[in-house]
């Protein structure tokens, strides 16, 4: 299909062990955002790539977490030691453009997310 | 920090009713976009609004923006139980530095 997709769709992890979600953003899209999205929440902006490069990694809740996009494309949000309060469904979205001021270019589109539960 | 405070934070009613829900910050949004989001999938764009008082109709929705560009609202109109879901404002600026800002949402139930 031509959407965001992620994989896995759901993770469960032990706490302490290390997960690594995916995220393949629709084709030729410059930008991509990870937001983590609690029970009953909406989602919380985590991280976001122009390209390969990472411009604003603020709401990275701690240096357990960890992203990367190092081609330009597919983009993978790492999370070490993992924690109970972790546990949240993980999206990700892509858009043309985000900097060029073009209200069409700025729209994300959204994958289906990653149900991470850490037990 | 900017926030965005939607409101009610759930809602149930009867189809065939009207319904107003809303989304109020303090700070200035060069644009604001409602969402949809179903279980189990990722948020769907529904609009974006962008100019003071602008108004914009999807079928039986309508989305309001703020004078002040610091509010929104959506109203549907005879709703339907397909409308069920979480309906989620965001905020964005002209600002390479500025990340869009979700609201908690409302989550709409409609009653057959």
């Known amino acids: 299909g031509a959407g965001v997709s992620q994989s896995p769709r759901y993770k469960v992890a032990k706490r302490g062990q290390d997960v690594a979600l995916r995220c393949d953003p629709i084709?030729?899209?410059?930008?991509l955002f990870w937001y983590q999205q609690a029970l009953g929440q909406g989602p919380e902006f985590l991280t976001y790539?122009?390209?390969?490069?990472?411009?604003?990694k603020s709401g990275l809740p701690s240096d357990r977490f960890f992203a990367e996009r190092p081609e330009g494309s597919v983009s993978t949000l790492k999370i070490q030691r993992t924690q109970q309060e972790d546990s949240a469904v993980y999206l990700c979205?892509?858009?043309?453009?985000?900097?060029?001021?073009?209200?069409?270019?700025?729209?994300?589109?959204f994958g289906p997310g990653t149900r991470l539960t850490v037990l | 920090t900017q926030l965005l405070e939607q409101s009610p934070q759930f809602l149930s009613i009867q189809e065939g009713e009207n319904l107003t829900v809303y989304c109020n910050s303090s700070?200035?949004?060069?644009?604001l976009q409602w969402y949809r989001q179903e279980p189990g999938e990722g948020p769907v764009l529904l609009v974006t609004?962008?100019?003071?008082?602008e108004v914009k109709k999807l079928k039986r929705l309508t989305f309001q923006f703020g004078d002040a560009r610091k509010d929104s609202s959506l109203h549907i109109t005879a709703a339907q139980p397909g409308d069920t879901g979480l309906y989620l404002c965001?905020?964005?600026?002209?600002?390479?530095?500025?990340?869009?800002?979700f609201g908690k949402g409302t989550r709409l139930h409609i009653l057959p």
């Open positions: 700070s200035v949004f060069s644009s």
């Open positions: 084709s030729g899209h410059v930008s």
């Open positions: 979205a892509s858009s043309l453009s985000f900097v060029d001021g073009d209200r069409d270019g700025d729209t994300q589109y």
């Open positions: 790539f122009q390209n390969e490069a990472q411009l604003d």
């Open positions: 609004v962008v100019t003071g008082g």
């Open positions: 965001a905020g964005g600026k002209r600002n390479r530095d500025d990340k869009i800002i």
